[in-house]
């Protein structure tokens, strides 16, 4: 929790925090917050709204199966839930007598930033597979 948050979430710390305030900044603060609660608690309803509509949508559709006589287990046959497949490493390196293999997507391995880095290399002048 952040000190702010504290400082919003108890009494005395608030006060001690807006004495400095006039009557017409604190109406501004509370009239700000009184704002965002409401936002709030419009995304709550709408979140809300699209989970029973999500739930019915559910539920529709499962009693169409069932008028179908489609059992789940039939439709989770059906569906291929193969997992991704990897990609395989393009570049590797070997540091301190262990191999390091990387694909060259995405965000650079420490290791290999490290070894680019002493060696004065770019990622394209790293040793292939």
């Avoid at 925090?17 to 609660?37: F, H, N, P, R, Y």
């Avoid at 995405?106 to 597979?129: C, D, H, N, W």
């Amino acid at each position: 929790m952040t000190d702010f948050i504290k400082t919003l979430t108890r009494k005395n710390s608030l006060r001690k925090q807006t004495q400095e305030l006039g009557v017409s900044e604190l109406e501004k603060v509370m009239s700000d917050l009184a704002d965002i609660l409401e936002e709030r608690r419009e995304e709550e309803v709408a979140k809300a709204e699209a989970e029973a509509a999500k739930v019915e949508a559910i539920e529709a559709i499962r009693k169409q199966m069932m008028d179908a006589g489609i059992a789940l287990e039939e439709l989770a046959s059906q569906v291929d839930t193969a997992p991704r497949k990897s990609v395989k490493a393009k570049y590797v390196i070997e540091v301190d007598g262990e191999e390091h293999h990387w694909s060259g997507r995405g965000r650079t391995p420490v290791v290999f930033a490290q070894y680019m880095e002493e060696k004065g290399i770019s990622k394209e002048q790293l040793p292939t597979v």
